[in-house]
Nanobody
């Protein structure tokens, strides 16, 4: 019943911008942790940014100052605004939800549900 669907991926040159969206359904969107994760070929899935039900956010050091995570509770949609893109941002980006109480850690292992991903490619 819980579904997460990412969109908005694509290709950009260095310095460009993209906004990713994640449409959520099947649960009370505003009550749980949401996050963006990414995985490059041959690499593990790493946390990019997370947001809790109150809107408190946390970012990976590699994206601080460039990416912004936000959520629209009325639309049950999570966003990731990505500015000043770099080639090292190239990865498959996934949204995830942690449908349990507690904190919203930067740890993929505690997130219960995942979207199928959207590809982001940044060229020089």
């Amino acid at each position: 019943q819980v579904q997460l669907e990412e969109s908005g991926g694509g290709s950009q040159k260095s310095g460009g911008s993209l906004r990713l969206s994640c449409a959520a359904s099947g649960y009370t969107f505003s009550s749980y942790c949401m996050g963006w994760f990414r995985q490059a070929p041959g690499k593990g899935r790493e946390a990019v940014a997370v947001i809790d039900s109150s809107g408190s956010v946390n970012y990976a050091d590699s994206v601080k100052g460039r990416f912004t995570i936000s959520q629209d509770n009325a639309k049950s949609t999570l966003y990731l605004q990505m500015n000043s893109l770099k080639p090292e941002d190239t990865a498959m980006y996934y949204c995830a939800a942690r449908l349990s109480g507690g904190s919203c850690p930067m740890n993929r292992w505690v997130y219960n549900y995942w979207g199928q991903g959207t590809q982001v490619t940044v060229s020089s």
